[in-house]
Structure formats: structure tokens, C-alpha cells
């Protein structure tokens, strides 16, 4: 069983900064997509970035891209997600989350943590 636990999230102003962290239990080494997913008060989970932990290739939502930067320490089995000039809309409960090869679903999920950011 994988574990991945989240942390970082928290109130900040909009045009601020918070930096997410995930450190996941267990990893097959290199074979892991890690993703973070995003939920809305009253709206679905959404993926935010993922990254291939093989070779660190990275892929983002139209709504963040060029302000978030998801990426990865291996030594450290942890993902990051730096997130920069945060809007109201950002507020959500993100989600870390991984995927094992060959799976259309992400696999495994952290608990989630809360991001506000106000105007």
C-alpha cells in the first residue's frame, strides 16, 4: 500500500505564493505519474499538474500554467506544487495523488489540504 501525504496548504493573499508538498511511502522506482487534483467548494475534482517521476516531464491545467511549477525530488519521494500570484479561484482542497503504469485512474490518494486565498 502507497501512502502520500500532503502539506503547505493554508490562507494567503491573492497575488501570493504557497509551495505543497507530498511525500509519498512507497514508490516503484521511476514508474509513478504523480498528479495534483484541485476541488472547488461545490464542484469536481480537477487535475492541476502531473509529472513523470521517470524523466520529470511535466504537464498543467490551461488555469495555471506559467504561475504553478510542479515538480519532483527522488532521493526524497516527494512532489512539489509552487504555486505563484494565486487568485481567489485557486481556492480549494488539493490532492496529491499517483498513478501506476498502464492505469487509465490515478491509484492512490492523499487526504487533501485546504488552499484560500482571499481578495
Known amino acids: 500500500q502507497v501512502q502520500l501525504v500532503e502539506s503547505g496548504g493554508g490562507l494567503v493573499q491573492a497575488g501570493g505564493s504557497l509551495r505543497l508538498v507530498c511525500v509519498v511511502s512507497r514508490r516503484t522506482f521511476g514508474r509513478y505519474t504523480m498528479g495534483w487534483f484541485r476541488q472547488p467548494p461545490g464542484k469536481e475534482r480537477d487535475i492541476v499538474a502531473a509529472i513523470s517521476w521517470s524523466d520529470s516531464t511535466t504537464s498543467y491545467a490551461d488555469s495555471v500554467e506559467g504561475r504553478f511549477t510542479m515538480s519532483s525530488d527522488n532521493a526524497k519521494n516527494t512532489v512539489y506544487l509552487q504555486m505563484n500570484n494565486l487568485k481567489p479561484e485557486d481556492t480549494a482542497v488539493y490532492y496529491c495523488?499517483?498513478?501506476?503504469?498502464?492505469?487509465?485512474?490515478?491509484?492512490?490518494w492523499g487526504q487533501g489540504t485546504q488552499v484560500t486565498v482571499s481578495s
Open positions: 495523488a499517483a498513478k501506476l503504469p498502464g492505469y487509465d485512474r490515478y491509484n492512490y
